[in-house]
């Protein structure tokens, strides 16, 4: 099965960017939707964007709508989040994860996408 | 405020059943979109445990089950053992929310 592993996180000041990326141990990565998800220290899980396989379809969430990119480069296997204009309420653990249909009763179906797997995340911090 | 409802903890002693509820509203599960459940264990990242809300993905005991009725869905842990404490989150999809994918706030199972 796939891997996923994230790097890039770390403490950076409130307004300051950072570049989190996500490598995919197989060259299947091309063929998945894949999705970036955070959760704050002892809270819950945030879905924060989403991507297709040829980057034809790009979402965000409202509360990073504006200040995040993502993206991603097949030839690498890699998945991409540019995060800018930081605030201190993005802190957080940031995943990546594959997002794909399921199938059900013998039917198969798009929405909602079932996140699996997931990397280990990588911890962002936004402080002064 | 998570736009699905979980309680945010529950309890039960070894071998016993605890059910976990998600409660969402007509522009998610009641629109009838499937809830899908994630255990994430201590300092580790969430992983599948039940798809498309009933079915349990390779390896998943079957000691875990899913249903959803109306804007609900439910997790059930039957046999409850230790290594079952973990949070647990519902997730689904809202179309009154631009590309949204929704989680619930998660719960957190203690075995007593």
């Known amino acids: 099965e796939v891997q996923l592993v994230e790097s890039g996180g770390g403490l950076v000041k409130p307004g300051g960017s950072l570049r989190l990326s996500c490598a995919a141990s197989?060259?299947?990565?091309?063929?998945?939707?894949m999705n970036w998800v955070r959760q704050a220290p002892g809270k819950g899980l945030e879905w924060v964007s989403s991507?297709?396989?040829?980057?034809?379809?790009?979402y965000y969430a409202d509360s990073v709508k504006g200040r995040f990119t993502i993206s991603r480069d097949n030839a690498k296997n890699s998945l991409f989040l540019q995060m800018n204009s930081l605030r201190a309420e993005d802190t957080a653990v940031y995943y990546c994860?594959?997002?794909?249909?399921?199938?059900?009763?013998?039917?198969?179906?798009?929405?909602?996408?079932?996140?699996?797997?997931w990397g280990q995340g990588t911890l962002v911090t936004v402080s002064s | 405020q998570s736009v699905l409802t979980q309680p945010p903890s529950v309890s039960g002693a070894p071998g016993q059943r605890v059910t976990i509820s998600c409660t969402g509203s007509?522009?998610?599960?009641?629109?009838?979109?499937?809830v899908h459940w994630y255990q994430q264990l201590p300092g580790t990242a969430p992983k599948l445990l039940i798809s498309?809300?009933?079915n349990r993905p390779s390896g998943v005991p079957d000691r875990f089950s899913g249903s959803k009725s109306g804007t609900s869905a439910s997790l059930a842990i039957t046999g409850l053992q230790a290594e079952d404490e973990a949070h647990y989150y519902c997730?689904?999809?809202?179309?009154?929310?631009?590309?949204?994918?929704?989680f619930g706030g998660g719960t957190k199972l203690t075995v007593l």
């Open positions: 007509s522009s998610n599960i009641g629109a009838a979109y499937d």
């Open positions: 994860a594959r997002g794909e249909g399921y199938c059900r009763g013998g039917s198969c179906y798009s929405y909602p996408p079932q996140f699996d797997p």
């Open positions: 997730q689904s999809y809202d179309n009154s929310l631009s590309g949204s994918v929704v």
């Open positions: 498309g809300s009933s």
């Open positions: 197989e060259s299947t990565f091309s063929t998945f939707t």
């Open positions: 991507i297709s396989r040829s980057s034809n379809y790009i």
